[in-house]
């Protein structure tokens, strides 16, 4: 089982970036989806995540009406789209899933395989 983060880079303050998780041995459909984030010296923090179904989402205050996510089940990937960045989102990002038949988990604790983390940059 792995989840393969990509799509991380260093872009400018008010840019755009997406990063993408996408599952091999395991279907995605089974499973709740959440893009977390760290930043140097600070805790591991959810910032979106999507239910199984993709009707259930959830977005951390400091990144709603800025950041989207989606997922197409049918590629086994989930997206995270990040407009408007700021120097404060710069961090690793990391996907994780959670095997769970309805709603999304809040907590790292509630998800059961981790990708590698991509690394996001908001250059000033």
């Known amino acids: 089982v792995q989840l393969q983060a990509s799509g991380g880079g260093l872009v400018q303050t008010g840019g755009s970036l997406s990063v993408s998780c996408t599952a091999s041995?395991?279907?995605?459909?089974?499973?709740?989806v959440g893009w977390f984030r760290q930043a140097p010296g600070k805790s591991r923090d959810l910032v979106a995540a999507t239910s199984w179904s993709g009707v259930s989402t959830w977005l951390a205050d400091s990144v709603k009406d800025r950041f989207t996510i989606d997922r197409d089940n049918a590629k086994n990937t989930v997206t995270l789209q990040m407009n408007s960045l700021r120097p404060e989102d710069t961090a690793v990002y990391y996907c994780?899933?959670?095997?769970?038949?309805?709603?999304?988990?809040?907590?790292?604790?509630?998800?059961?395989?981790w990708g590698q983390g991509t690394l996001v940059t908001v250059s000033s």
């Open positions: 994780a899933a959670a095997f769970r038949d309805h709603g999304v988990g809040y907590t790292s604790e509630e998800y059961d395989y």
């Open positions: 041995g395991l279907s995605l459909d089974r499973y709740a």
